[in-house]
């Protein structure tokens, strides 16, 4: 008789702590920038990765139901972090590539690029051919990188190599190298916004388009899955629009 009172208050009880219990939190996502790449990440003065690809990544999220934190990681191991695990996304303006996408699974691309030389305004240089013998600053790693390497050679001692794409043209303007070769809209946002630098841009015609896609580590379906659905949302709404045209007119 005294069965069935105590299986329902226990019953009951394991019921209440059930409903009381606190719900698991959601996984945050750890997002890997490098943030000396202006427009697309930088750090403001609070020491918060901002930028275009800030933006695109928050808009993506919402949509995607994701809750996300951006770590400024540098540029160097940035896909050792994702490959470890300490990182789960990358968003970096990364240029989809074959030999990349072997390593590493990329979304549907979210920016159209194409690598873009800086010069001194007073450079006779016109086209990429120009800088054969010329020392010639990148950031390490980047597609800018491999341009500067096919043309003087993959051990060419006058490839200067950089943590950061303005640390390189720092370097033009003191006259430590004779050219820059960056993706166009970093090159653009800093010739544009430094007018004392005295530079300007050389735009080869055998630049090829790049597109940047978000990265997540190689056999993650699931997450990839859902950075694209988020990713065709906000190209659907208007949002990816909008957020363009902030950071870079129409």
């Keep these: 008789m005294l069965r069935t009172p105590f299986r329902f208050l226990t019953t009951a009880l394991l019921a209440g702590m059930m409903l009381n219990a606190p719900a698991h939190a959601a996984k945050t996502y ?3 920038t490098d943030a000396a790449y202006a427009p697309f990440e930088s750090l403001n003065e609070k020491k918060e990765a901002v930028g275009f690809d800030m933006d695109i990544m928050k808009a993506v999220a919402a949509k995607a139901g994701l809750q996300i934190k951006f770590v400024n990681t540098p540029w160097e191991g940035i896909f050792a972090s994702l490959n470890n695990g ?5 968003i970096s303006a990364v240029t989809i590539t074959p030999e990349r996408k072997q390593s590493m699974d990329f979304s549907e691309p979210y ?49 200067k190599r950089f943590e950061s794409t303005p640390l390189a043209i720092q370097e033009l303007q003191s006259g430590g190298v004779d050219a820059v ?3 166009n809209g970093v090159v653009v946002n800093y010739v544009s916004n430094n007018a004392k630098a005295k ?21 993650n379906k699931a997450l990839l899955e859902q950075i694209n659905k ?3 949302a906000i190209k659907a709404d208007g949002t990816y629009d909008k957020i363009y045209k902030q950071y870079f007119g129409k």
Excluded at 137 to 142: A, F, H, S
Excluded at 146 to 155: D, F, I, R, Y
Excluded at 202 to 207: K, N, R
């Design 86 to 90: 300490d990182r789960d996304i990358v």
């Design 30 to 32: 750890q997002v890997a």
């Design 111 to 159: 920016f159209e690029a194409k690598q873009l030389i800086a010069v001194g305004q007073s450079s006779k240089a016109t086209k990429l051919a120009d800088l054969k013998g010329k020392k010639i600053g990148v950031q390490t790693g980047t597609t800018g990188d491999e341009v500067a390497q096919k043309l003087l050679g993959k051990t060419s001692p006058n490839i």
């Design 181 to 183: 070769i960056a993706d």
């Design 199 to 219: 530079l300007k841009t050389i735009d080869d015609a055998t630049f090829a388009k790049e597109y940047y896609g978000i990265v997540v580590k190689k056999g």
């Design 230 to 232: 988020g990713l065709a």
